[in-house]
């Protein structure tokens, strides 16, 4: 068994002979880092990095790694002047600038072949960076505070034999002491952090030996400080501050707390609540699951500080919720604060009700006013008749006659005049108890016509006045208007309008669709209070002589109230 190395070994370097006369042909896989950079006189070392899973099952096939310089195509093995070959790693001690050019590392499996190039840099010394290779990758420090640099040359570390560092600041080795403490293998502790620190150009020697040789190898770098300080919280939300809740609702209230500061750093917000003053505080979970939790919303970056922002939530508020105090804490190295409020049951929504009673008043009035428009006639003689104490007795105001009626006598049909002498009286009188005064019934023979109608006038409380469709018109023979009509309208017009001693009531015994030849105090009283039409609201055979009907309503609900002595003929006519 221990020939089958010998036999492989032997077997790999005949294939590479004939691999290398005809041409081999190798996967190429590349690495993170194809180029290494040095200066002259100082050590260099490219790695092989084909030995991975991502490339073939290394750990149970296997192999063997050569390395070759791609410009001579020699192939490089053992100790070649200052360049050492150590398996995956090919070492430079003293790298020249004939050193510097493109390198290939073949992988080669007893099935497959792989390979990979490497380039090595190697430039003459730049006094800016004291002699050194340079990386233009800054190490990064925040002040004021105390921070660490790192020197990147683990790899020749790692494979030395042995090694020692050493630390410069500005081509000068750093002493250690308070400001400067190495420690682990790699790293240098730097105290008190300040801004004056990113103009100093740091590097770190490391010596070692390999394989009876000695090597030296350093890298040179800036530093990076960024500042950054924070003073102790503030909160501004929740602020001792008492907040209203509905059972059963979510709820849900957001902590506020900013961090004066300036660069990276968040401060710790969460939530504790107590129900009471003698309790300690408890956590709330930061469980979604929970019905009452908390979520970390956002830390928002602002100028001058940071605004960190935590949602304390309730799926649903419960009566145990109420009375409890909730109190967010805002904490960083500088200190703490804290906020609280307490949740207590919504008062009543009289909004809603509020709005229904208006509705409900609204409607009322709404419904109300219809109902008077419509029944205001009815409501009215029914009173009258229910309540006759409450209305004066006929005469207690000196009047003699309920109403002065005023009807067109010359030029009328039979029926207007048939209509004032007897259907008028039937209703009015015989049947209601009014007592009319209808001028050429009632007047004295003989009488001055002026002062009979004036002192009847002033004798009576409403003005009746009847007219037809051609009452106040010239007819086709040229007979003008009644003027006993005219002088008893102007009359009654004066009383009405000027000294507004009666009321009047205008009755349309038949349609009149012209108002023009009207005299233009009826018009205007036509316009302001309307009129009552016989001809449409009249009805048809005992309708006429019913009190009950829409018509003799109107003309009743116009009339002065009776008094108690009238009650029992009203009840009949309400009866009826």
Known sequence: MGQIPQIFILFTVFISGVAMMIGEQCEEHSTM????????????MLKCTLARTEVFNYRITPYNI???????????????????????????????LEDAG????????????????????VKNPDPEYCGLPYTSYKQI?????????????EGYMDNADNYSIQWYKNCTPIQEGEQYTPFGRSKLNVQKVHRGMDKDVYSCHVNFSLSGSTGHMALSFAVEVIEVWHEKPSISEPVNEIVMADYGSPFSKTCRVFVLSKGLTIPMVYWMKKKN?????????????ERVHYINLSDNYLENGIQSETLLRFTEVKEEDFGCTYVCFGQNDKGSVSGNFTLQPQDPD????????????????????????LLKIDITLWCRSSFPYLYSRPGS???????????PQMGSCSWAQKFVLHTLPQVLEESCGYRLFIYGRDSTPGEAVVSNIQESLAKSSVLLFLYTASTFSESTSGNKPDEHLLLTQQMGMHCVLMED??????????????????????QHLWRKQGVVQWWRQGGQGPEQLCPSSRFWKKVRYSMPPRGQREVQVENALLEA
């Not at 073949?106 to 990979?116: A, D, M, S």
């Not at 009700?353 to 509705?359: A, E, K, S, Y």
């Not at 105001?397 to 009807?407: I, L, T």
Request: hydrophobic letters at 40%; proline letters at 3%; aromatic letters at 10%.
């Open 102 to 121: 493109e390198y290939q590392c073949v992988l080669r499996t007893p099935e497959r072949c792989f390979e990979q190039a490497l380039s090595l840099t």
């Open 33 to 44: 880092i194809k180029e290494i950079s040095t200066v002259t006189g100082y050590s260099a």
């Open 501 to 522: 001693s009666m009321r009047v009531l205008l009755v349309e015994l038949e349609e009149v669709t012209d108002y023009s030849s009207f005299p233009t105090s009826l």
């Open 66 to 96: 050569s390395w070759y310089e791609q410009k001579t195509g020699r192939e490089l093995s053992g100790v070649t002047g200052s360049i050492h070959v150590r398996g995956s790693m090919l070492w430079f001690l003293t790298a020249t």
């Open 277 to 289: 003053k003698e309790e300690s505080l408890s956590s709330v979970s930061a469980s979604a699951s």
């Open 141 to 153: 420090m925040y002040a004021p505070a105390n921070g660490e640099l790192v020197c990147h040359l």
């Open 350 to 373: 009289l909004k809603a009700p509020l709005i229904f009673v208006f509705m409900g008043l609204v409607l009322v009035f709404v419904t109300g006013t219809m109902l008077h428009s």
């Open 397 to 407: 105001d000196g009047k003699k006659y309920d109403a002065f009626v005023v009807y």
